[in-house]
């Protein structure tokens, strides 16, 4: 009972200290939240590790959320796809779905998709 208590916050307090320990994380955004949102919301497309490899295809196809294309980003510019969507893909507009913080939130956790992936480099 005790170490069901418990696991939560160390769980939670793991994951910010792997988004803040990577350096670039939205500012603001909270990392657990926007897990939740992830896993609701965008996971159907860009996959458990922000690949792009779930078992929704699209033409043109889905970015790969962990990749140094879409981390080099900056948060703006990410924040600024997931409101607006992207015109003519499938990416659509999350600002009709989503608040602003939920935005920072969501785009929080993508900077933890990017941190994992590149722990896994040579
Ligand atoms: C229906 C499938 C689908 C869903 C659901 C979806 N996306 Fe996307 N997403 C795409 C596609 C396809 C692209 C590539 C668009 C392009 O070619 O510009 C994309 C692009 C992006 C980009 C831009 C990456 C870059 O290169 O700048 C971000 C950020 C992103 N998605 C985040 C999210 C988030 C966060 C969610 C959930 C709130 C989400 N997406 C939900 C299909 C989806």
Known sequence: ????????????????????????YAAGG?????????????IRCHGVDGKGDAYMKFNPPVADLSSPAVQSKLDESLMKA?????????????????????ISDVTAYVRVLGS???????
Do not use: Q
């Not at 997931?82 to 989503?98: C, N, P, Q, S």
């Not at 994992?116 to 040579?122: D, E, I, K, V, Y």
């Open 82 to 102: 997931i409101h607006d969507g992207r015109k003519d893909t499938a990416m659509g507009a999350w600002k009709f779905v989503l608040s602003e913080e939920e």
């Open 30 to 42: 909270n990392v657990a939240k926007g897990k939740v949102l992830y896993t609701n919301l965008c």
């Open 116 to 122: 994992h992936a590149n722990r896994t480099l040579p």
């Open 1 to 24: 009972m005790m170490n069901a208590r418990v696991t939560g916050p160390v769980l939670l307090s793991m994951l910010l200290i792997a988004a803040v320990g990577s350096g670039s």
